[in-house]
């Protein structure tokens, strides 16, 4: 199946705030091809980059697009104030339209379920980070 095939569904882009260390961008992309569906992964880390898929079952990603169908999302969100973390951008693919909704660290009040659908791709793309997270 060629490459035009795939449709992407929905795009994360998490960006740490400047430290001291080299820091990692990463872009995760839900895709879907034919039945199959799978998250690319791109970590930029100053000028080195990798690359890689995870493959997501089909009926969890269907059950994750359900929620996100019946969320509701203030015109006006009110995004708390963070001075440091990270950056966390997703964009929504609709039929035709797209969703684009950025925050710093916490998601505005109203789009938790915007915030469940990113930490649903950050989980299931890094894994590694969200155990060095908690140590």
Do not use: N
Not at 49 to 63: I, L, M, N, Y
Not at 95 to 118: K, M
């Amino acid at each position: 199946m060629p490459v035009s095939d795939q449709i992407e569904l929905a795009r994360l882009r998490i960006t740490p705030s400047c430290g001291f260390m080299p820091l990692s961008v990463h872009l995760l992309k839900l895709v879907q091809r034919g039945d199959a569906y799978h998250i690319q992964v791109t970590e930029q880390q100053g000028p080195s980059r990798k690359r890689w898929r995870v493959t997501v079952p089909a009926d969890e990603v269907t059950q994750q697009l359900d929620l996100l169908r019946r969320a509701t999302l203030p015109a006006f969100p009110v995004s708390p104030l963070v001075c440091d973390g990270e950056y966390v951008e997703l964009t929504i693919h609709g039929e035709f339209s797209d969703l684009t909704l950025g925050w710093w660290t916490i998601a505005p009040d109203g789009a938790e379920s915007l915030s469940d659908f990113a930490d649903w791709m950050r989980k299931l793309a890094l894994p590694d980070e969200e155990e060095s997270d908690d140590e």
